[in-house]
């Protein structure tokens, strides 16, 4: 097993460096003191980081690339005939996937929180990050966006906490280490690898049966498969949820551009009063399993307040872009059907005339296997704009088309039209928007070039 504590004369060569969650675990290797090489098929602004922080960064993938390695990280999306990992194979040099890699760094924090569900998981642990960061408790972070608080998405820290998103893709989060562990939400998704929500649901079980019992899980008790398993765990629990759990939410307000005010209740009694500078009902829900984790680990809850209120989003969370002829352009992520609900939602509390949406489907698999779901999710917009599926890892099977979709949104109601080309889209949008009007960029692929082309 790597022990960051003992291996730092190695030198540790990432496959993948650029991606965001490779890249903050090669930043916290530096900062450990080690030699660290990596490569990528693109530069990006993360292997320019990390070049100017020491690493040895190769653009392209060859073999001598890890020549002198004592030990390669690679990504579940570097395929089987990628040619460094066959000559790391064919030298004997010591693997890792990202996910036991983060796992071995994270068992040496014996605070670790690990912050898991089918959304919300970035800004839920901005959200605590923020927190910990205000409370002085100078933790080691790793965010699956860009946080400003720390100017980037990663910090490492010399305390015992450690919090990072924990993914379900593949079963990552089951190779971590979580002293606190998070359940936000479980949904059907990654159906490319899972079977059904059942097998997603057990996953998430086998997590959150890797916290001590001394260690707490914090589920939300308004989703049922949450709850089946905060019952079944063998560690403390706290729940949260705006009407049931140990902490909920009461007498919210909404301020003129959408951000929520509570009262935080703690089994019924009221535990102060919280302003976000994020809008949604959502958001409402995240800063609930964020002051339950700030509890427990005794925080003040006034500087919990002042931190949340302090939080304006990670890049990509509903980030506003900019404005231009009165139109205000917004960001966001969401790729699940769950999650542009609960955009649109939010969406409509923030000042508006008319609501237009560009989305780009993200994966031919979950555009399948949830396509009714995405279909009846785009109600609510005066205008939707699909973009062609972004494929990501996977090849197109023709069962499924951008087009397809586009039809079935229109029977649903919604305006909605499909354009391939981004420059096609930016000139639709230039020609129909007016003063007054919101236009959200959503997806997780590079929809929001979009925004940033009609802006400019």
Same mark, same amino acid.
């Given at each position: 097993?790597?022990?960051?504590? &003992?291996?730092?004369?190695?030198?540790?060569?990432?496959?993948?460096?650029?991606?965001?969650?490779?890249?903050?675990?090669?930043?916290?290797?530096?900062?450990?003191?080690?030699?660290?090489?990596?490569?990528?098929?693109?530069?990006?602004?993360?292997?320019?980081?990390?070049?100017?922080?020491?690493?040895?960064?190769?653009?392209?993938?060859?073999?001598?690339?890890?020549?002198?390695?004592?030990?390669?990280?690679?990504?579940?999306?570097?395929?089987?005939?990628?040619?460094?990992?066959?000559?790391?194979?064919?030298?004997?040099?010591?693997?890792?996937?990202?996910?036991?890699?983060?796992?071995?760094?994270?068992?040496?924090?014996?605070?670790?929180?690990?912050?898991?569900?089918?959304?919300?998981?970035?800004?839920?642990?901005?959200?605590?990050?923020?927190?910990?960061?205000?409370?002085?408790?100078?933790?080691?972070?790793?965010?699956?966006?860009?946080?400003?608080?720390?100017?980037?998405?990663?910090?490492?820290?010399?305390?015992?906490?450690?919090?990072?998103?924990?993914?379900?893709?593949?079963?990552?989060?089951?190779?971590?280490?979580?002293?606190?562990? *998070?359940?936000?939400?479980?949904?059907?998704?990654?159906?490319?690898?899972?079977?059904? *929500?059942?097998? *997603?649901?057990?996953?998430?079980?086998?997590?959150?049966?890797?916290?001590?019992?001394?260690?707490?899980?914090?589920?939300?008790?308004?989703?049922?498969?949450?709850?089946?398993?905060?019952?079944?765990?063998?560690?403390?629990?706290?729940?949260?949820?705006?009407?049931?759990?140990?902490?909920?939410?009461?007498?919210?307000?909404?301020?003129?551009?959408?951000?929520?005010?509570?009262?935080?209740?703690?089994?019924?009694?009221?535990?102060?009063?919280?302003?976000?500078?994020?809008?949604?009902?959502?958001?409402?829900?995240?800063?609930?399993?964020?002051?339950?984790?700030?509890?427990?680990?005794?925080?003040?809850?006034?500087?919990?307040?002042?931190?949340?209120?302090?939080?304006?989003?990670?890049?990509?969370?509903?980030?506003?872009?900019?404005?231009?002829?009165?139109?205000?352009?917004?960001?966001?992520?969401?790729?699940?059907?769950?999650?542009?609900?609960?955009?649109?939602?939010?969406?409509? &509390?923030?000042?508006?005339?008319?609501?237009?949406?560009?989305?780009?489907?993200?994966?031919?698999?979950?555009?399948?296997?949830?396509?009714?779901?995405?279909?009846?999710?785009?109600?609510?917009?005066?205008?939707?704009?699909?973009?062609?599926?972004?494929?990501?890892?996977?090849?197109?099977?023709?069962?499924?088309?951008?087009?397809?979709?586009?039809?079935?949104?229109? &029977?649903?109601?919604?305006?909605?039209?499909?354009?391939?080309?981004?420059?096609?889209?930016?000139?639709?949008?230039?020609?129909?928007?007016?003063?007054?009007?919101?236009?959200?960029?959503?997806?997780?692929?590079?929809?929001?070039?979009?925004?940033?082309?009609?802006?400019?």
């Amino acid at each position: 097993m790597f022990d960051i504590y &003992n291996d730092k004369n190695k030198k540790v060569h990432f496959i993948g460096i650029g991606g965001i969650s490779m890249s903050g675990l090669a930043e916290i290797l530096i900062d450990y003191g080690y030699h660290v090489s990596g490569s990528d098929r693109s530069k990006s602004k993360f292997t320019d980081k990390l070049q100017k922080l020491g690493a040895d960064i190769f653009i392209g993938h060859e073999p001598s690339h890890v020549h002198g390695a004592d030990l390669v990280v690679y990504t579940a999306a570097v395929k089987d005939d990628n040619p460094e990992l066959i000559e790391a194979k064919n030298l004997d040099i010591p693997l890792m996937d990202r996910a036991e890699f983060l796992g071995a760094i994270m068992k040496k924090f014996s605070k670790g929180i690990a912050v898991s569900g089918t959304h919300g998981k970035t800004t839920v642990t901005s959200m605590i990050s923020t927190v910990l960061l205000n409370a002085d408790l100078d933790p080691t972070i790793m965010v699956g966006g860009e946080l400003d608080a720390i100017d980037g998405n990663v910090k490492p820290g010399k305390s015992p906490y450690f919090i990072t998103e924990a993914c379900e893709y593949k079963g990552s989060f089951l190779k971590f280490y979580p002293y606190i562990g *998070i359940i936000l939400n479980i949904d059907a998704d990654h159906l490319d690898y899972y079977k059904d *929500i059942k097998e *997603i649901h057990d996953t998430f079980f086998a997590f959150a049966d890797l916290i001590p019992k001394d260690g707490l899980l914090i589920g939300c008790a308004e989703d049922d498969r949450v709850i089946d398993i905060c019952k079944k765990v063998k560690c403390n629990t706290l729940t949260y949820g705006i009407k049931h759990g140990d902490f909920t939410a009461k007498d919210i307000v909404y301020d003129s551009k959408g951000f929520p005010s509570f009262t935080a209740c703690y089994k019924g009694e009221d535990y102060g009063r919280f302003s976000l500078s994020v809008p949604g009902e959502h958001n409402v829900l995240n800063a609930l399993s964020a002051i339950a984790c700030s509890y427990f680990l005794g925080i003040d809850k006034d500087v919990t307040a002042a931190s949340l209120k302090s939080f304006t989003g990670t890049h990509r969370r509903f980030e506003k872009k900019g404005e231009k002829n009165g139109v205000v352009v917004i960001d966001d992520y969401a790729h699940h059907p769950a999650e542009i609900i609960a955009t649109i939602k939010a969406a409509k &509390n923030y000042p508006h005339k008319r609501i237009f949406c560009v989305f780009q489907p993200h994966t031919y698999t979950r555009t399948y296997t949830l396509f009714e779901d995405f279909a009846k999710a785009f109600n609510g917009l005066d205008k939707l704009i699909l973009t062609d599926i972004y494929a990501a890892r996977e090849k197109d099977t023709g069962l499924v088309s951008s087009n397809k979709l586009c039809e079935a949104v229109k &029977n649903y109601g919604v305006n909605a039209v499909h354009i391939s080309s981004f420059k096609e889209i930016v000139e639709d949008l230039s020609n129909e928007l007016k003063e007054g009007d919101l236009l959200i960029t959503m997806g997780a692929g590079d929809v929001y070039l979009v925004g940033e082309d009609y802006l400019k």
